[in-house]
Protein backbone atom coordinates (compact mmCIF):
# COMPACT_ATOMS: atom_id res chain seq x y z
CA UNK A 1 0.00 0.00 0.00
CA UNK A 2 1.51 3.27 -0.99
CA UNK A 3 1.63 6.06 1.93
CA UNK A 4 3.00 9.22 1.65
CA UNK A 5 3.87 11.81 4.60
CA UNK A 6 4.71 15.28 4.57
CA UNK A 7 7.41 16.97 7.50
CA UNK A 8 8.30 20.26 7.52
CA UNK A 9 8.39 23.18 9.92
CA UNK A 10 4.71 24.05 11.11
CA UNK A 11 5.58 27.67 11.78
CA UNK A 12 7.09 30.22 9.04
CA UNK A 13 8.29 33.93 9.15
CA UNK A 14 7.17 36.18 6.42
CA UNK A 15 9.06 36.75 3.56
CA UNK A 16 11.00 33.19 3.99
CA UNK A 17 10.93 30.52 1.92
CA UNK A 18 8.90 27.57 2.79
CA UNK A 19 9.86 24.41 3.04
CA UNK A 20 7.95 20.73 3.15
CA UNK A 21 9.40 16.68 1.96
CA UNK A 22 6.75 14.39 0.89
CA UNK A 23 8.16 10.97 1.58
CA UNK A 24 6.84 8.14 -0.40
CA UNK A 25 6.76 4.63 1.11
CA UNK A 26 5.23 1.13 -0.25
CA UNK A 27 5.80 2.03 -3.90
CA UNK A 28 8.35 3.88 -6.39
CA UNK A 29 8.25 7.66 -7.00
CA UNK A 30 9.12 6.13 -10.58
CA UNK A 31 6.48 6.85 -13.43
CA UNK A 32 4.35 8.78 -11.79
CA UNK A 33 2.93 12.60 -11.52
CA UNK A 34 3.96 13.94 -7.59
CA UNK A 35 1.87 16.50 -6.75
CA UNK A 36 1.76 19.55 -3.69
CA UNK A 37 -2.19 20.67 -3.11
CA UNK A 38 -3.34 23.24 -0.21
CA UNK A 39 -6.44 24.28 1.71
CA UNK A 40 -6.24 27.62 3.18
CA UNK A 41 -8.50 26.85 6.88
CA UNK A 42 -12.14 26.51 5.63
CA UNK A 43 -11.78 26.93 2.59
CA UNK A 44 -11.35 24.90 -0.96
CA UNK A 45 -8.16 22.72 -2.53
CA UNK A 46 -5.50 24.77 -4.70
CA UNK A 47 -2.92 23.02 -6.91
CA UNK A 48 0.19 24.54 -6.29
CA UNK A 49 2.39 22.28 -8.96
CA UNK A 50 3.92 18.61 -9.97
CA UNK A 51 6.82 17.03 -10.93
CA UNK A 52 7.05 14.02 -13.23
CA UNK A 53 9.15 10.99 -12.77
CA UNK A 54 11.43 12.19 -15.23
CA UNK A 55 12.00 15.62 -13.62
CA UNK A 56 9.70 17.82 -15.56
CA UNK A 57 7.35 20.18 -13.76
CA UNK A 58 4.25 22.25 -13.98
CA UNK A 59 2.93 24.72 -11.86
CA UNK A 60 -0.20 27.04 -11.17
CA UNK A 61 0.25 30.20 -13.19
CA UNK A 62 -0.66 31.96 -9.79
CA UNK A 63 2.26 30.65 -7.97
CA UNK A 64 4.71 29.93 -10.77
CA UNK A 65 6.94 32.87 -9.60
CA UNK A 66 7.91 31.89 -6.14
CA UNK A 67 7.19 27.62 -6.30
CA UNK A 68 10.21 25.09 -6.84
CA UNK A 69 9.14 20.98 -7.02
CA UNK A 70 11.82 19.12 -6.90
CA UNK A 71 12.29 14.79 -6.90
CA UNK A 72 15.07 12.63 -4.72
CA UNK A 73 14.99 9.62 -6.34
CA UNK A 74 17.07 7.78 -4.33
CA UNK A 75 14.85 8.90 -1.47
CA UNK A 76 12.18 8.25 -2.89
CA UNK A 77 10.87 11.65 -1.83
CA UNK A 78 10.13 15.03 -3.35
CA UNK A 79 9.60 18.56 -2.01
CA UNK A 80 8.30 21.76 -2.36
CA UNK A 81 9.99 25.55 -1.45
CA UNK A 82 7.64 28.73 -1.77
CA UNK A 83 9.26 31.68 -1.35
CA UNK A 84 8.25 34.68 -0.25
CA UNK A 85 5.71 33.93 1.62
CA UNK A 86 2.50 36.00 3.54
CA UNK A 87 -0.07 35.05 5.77
CA UNK A 88 -2.02 34.15 2.22
CA UNK A 89 -0.01 30.96 2.09
CA UNK A 90 -1.00 29.46 5.46
CA UNK A 91 -2.78 26.04 5.07
CA UNK A 92 -2.84 22.78 4.94
CA UNK A 93 -0.47 21.45 2.55
CA UNK A 94 -0.82 18.08 1.54
CA UNK A 95 1.17 15.88 -1.58
CA UNK A 96 -0.49 13.57 -3.71
CA UNK A 97 0.30 11.35 -6.90
CA UNK A 98 -1.23 11.20 -10.15
CA UNK A 99 -1.05 7.58 -11.53
CA UNK A 100 -0.80 8.62 -15.43
CA UNK A 101 -1.49 11.81 -18.15
CA UNK A 102 -4.45 9.88 -19.17
CA UNK A 103 -5.60 8.75 -14.78
CA UNK A 104 -5.39 12.14 -14.20
CA UNK A 105 -6.60 12.14 -10.73
CA UNK A 106 -4.98 12.24 -7.43
CA UNK A 107 -4.87 8.42 -5.93
CA UNK A 108 -3.07 8.88 -2.79
CA UNK A 109 -3.28 11.72 -0.57
CA UNK A 110 -0.88 12.26 2.59
CA UNK A 111 -2.23 13.07 5.59
CA UNK A 112 -1.25 16.52 5.23
CA UNK A 113 0.34 19.65 7.42
CA UNK A 114 -0.57 22.75 8.72
CA UNK A 115 1.71 25.57 7.48
CA UNK A 116 1.43 28.46 9.61
CA UNK A 117 2.87 32.31 8.29
CA UNK A 118 3.19 34.40 10.92
CA UNK A 119 5.98 36.32 12.47
CA UNK B 1 -11.99 32.95 -5.24
CA UNK B 2 -12.74 28.82 -7.04
CA UNK B 3 -12.60 28.30 -10.59
CA UNK B 4 -15.30 25.61 -10.52
CA UNK B 5 -18.66 26.86 -8.78
CA UNK B 6 -20.00 24.31 -5.96
CA UNK B 7 -22.94 25.28 -3.54
CA UNK B 8 -21.33 25.65 -0.05
CA UNK B 9 -23.52 23.35 1.59
CA UNK B 10 -26.12 20.60 1.26
CA UNK B 11 -28.83 18.81 3.54
CA UNK B 12 -30.49 16.33 3.52
CA UNK B 13 -32.29 12.88 5.63
CA UNK B 14 -30.58 9.54 6.44
CA UNK B 15 -31.75 7.51 3.27
CA UNK B 16 -32.76 10.38 1.40
CA UNK B 17 -31.07 11.16 -2.07
CA UNK B 18 -29.17 14.10 -2.58
CA UNK B 19 -27.01 16.14 -5.19
CA UNK B 20 -24.36 18.53 -5.71
CA UNK B 21 -23.41 20.20 -8.56
CA UNK B 22 -20.24 21.90 -10.19
CA UNK B 23 -19.78 24.23 -12.57
CA UNK B 24 -17.29 24.91 -14.74
CA UNK B 25 -16.46 26.66 -18.30
CA UNK B 26 -15.28 24.99 -21.82
CA UNK B 27 -11.59 25.39 -20.65
CA UNK B 28 -12.03 22.69 -17.90
CA UNK B 29 -15.31 20.63 -17.36
CA UNK B 30 -16.92 20.71 -21.07
CA UNK B 31 -13.55 19.20 -22.23
CA UNK B 32 -11.99 17.35 -19.92
CA UNK B 33 -12.48 14.55 -17.05
CA UNK B 34 -14.14 15.72 -13.98
CA UNK B 35 -13.11 14.08 -10.52
CA UNK B 36 -14.72 13.89 -7.07
CA UNK B 37 -13.01 14.10 -3.74
CA UNK B 38 -14.58 13.11 -0.03
CA UNK B 39 -13.29 15.30 2.46
CA UNK B 40 -14.26 13.43 6.18
CA UNK B 41 -13.43 15.91 9.10
CA UNK B 42 -10.05 16.14 9.61
CA UNK B 43 -8.93 14.15 6.94
CA UNK B 44 -7.09 13.94 3.79
CA UNK B 45 -9.10 14.12 0.32
CA UNK B 46 -10.35 10.85 -1.05
CA UNK B 47 -10.82 10.09 -4.42
CA UNK B 48 -14.40 9.22 -5.08
CA UNK B 49 -15.35 9.58 -8.91
CA UNK B 50 -12.94 9.59 -11.80
CA UNK B 51 -13.46 10.32 -15.62
CA UNK B 52 -17.30 11.88 -14.86
CA UNK B 53 -19.02 8.69 -13.28
CA UNK B 54 -16.37 5.85 -12.71
CA UNK B 55 -15.96 4.38 -9.12
CA UNK B 56 -12.57 3.54 -7.83
CA UNK B 57 -12.79 0.10 -6.11
CA UNK B 58 -14.51 0.01 -2.59
CA UNK B 59 -16.92 3.11 -3.48
CA UNK B 60 -20.37 2.16 -2.68
CA UNK B 61 -22.85 2.09 -5.65
CA UNK B 62 -24.72 4.65 -3.89
CA UNK B 63 -22.31 7.49 -5.14
CA UNK B 64 -22.69 8.38 -8.97
CA UNK B 65 -20.98 10.82 -10.77
CA UNK B 66 -22.52 12.61 -14.30
CA UNK B 67 -21.50 15.12 -16.33
CA UNK B 68 -23.18 17.70 -19.59
CA UNK B 69 -21.76 20.09 -21.27
CA UNK B 70 -19.62 22.96 -18.38
CA UNK B 71 -21.65 21.04 -15.42
CA UNK B 72 -21.25 18.07 -13.43
CA UNK B 73 -22.75 16.33 -10.49
CA UNK B 74 -22.32 13.81 -7.45
CA UNK B 75 -25.46 11.88 -6.61
CA UNK B 76 -25.44 10.05 -3.34
CA UNK B 77 -28.25 8.20 -2.71
CA UNK B 78 -29.72 5.68 0.38
CA UNK B 79 -27.65 8.69 2.85
CA UNK B 80 -25.95 7.55 5.68
CA UNK B 81 -24.80 9.38 8.66
CA UNK B 82 -21.44 8.79 7.56
CA UNK B 83 -21.79 10.23 4.26
CA UNK B 84 -21.32 13.34 6.08
CA UNK B 85 -18.21 15.02 4.72
CA UNK B 86 -16.51 18.17 2.51
CA UNK B 87 -17.29 17.42 -1.20
CA UNK B 88 -15.03 18.75 -3.59
CA UNK B 89 -15.14 18.42 -7.69
CA UNK B 90 -11.85 18.67 -9.61
CA UNK B 91 -10.61 18.68 -13.23
CA UNK B 92 -7.64 19.55 -15.79
CA UNK B 93 -8.09 23.20 -16.83
CA UNK B 94 -6.34 23.62 -20.68
CA UNK B 95 -5.46 27.53 -20.14
CA UNK B 96 -2.70 29.15 -19.05
CA UNK B 97 -0.45 25.84 -19.96
CA UNK B 98 -2.53 23.70 -18.49
CA UNK B 99 -3.35 23.38 -14.27
CA UNK B 100 -5.43 21.50 -11.92
CA UNK B 101 -8.64 23.25 -10.60
CA UNK B 102 -10.88 22.37 -8.16
CA UNK B 103 -14.35 23.82 -6.68
CA UNK B 104 -14.80 25.59 -3.20
CA UNK B 105 -16.32 22.60 -1.64
CA UNK B 106 -19.82 21.50 -0.92
CA UNK B 107 -20.37 20.89 3.18
CA UNK B 108 -22.96 17.93 3.54
CA UNK B 109 -24.67 17.78 6.43
CA UNK B 110 -27.09 14.20 7.27
CA UNK B 111 -30.00 15.63 9.45
Known amino acids: QVQLQESGPGLVKPSETLSLTCSVS????????WSWIRQPPGKGLEWIGY???????KYNPSLKSRVTISLDTSKNQFSLKLSSVTAADTAVYYC?????????????WGRGTLVTVSS | QSVLTQPPSASATPGQRVTISCSGS????????VYWYQQLPGTAPKLLIYNNDQRPSGVPDRFSGSKSGTSASLAISGLRSEDEADYHCAAWDDSLSGLWVFGGGTKLTVL
Open chain 2, 26 to 33: SSNIENNY
Open chain 1, 96 to 108: ARTPSATYRYFDY
Open chain 1, 51 to 57: IYYSGST
Open chain 1, 26 to 33: GGSISTYY
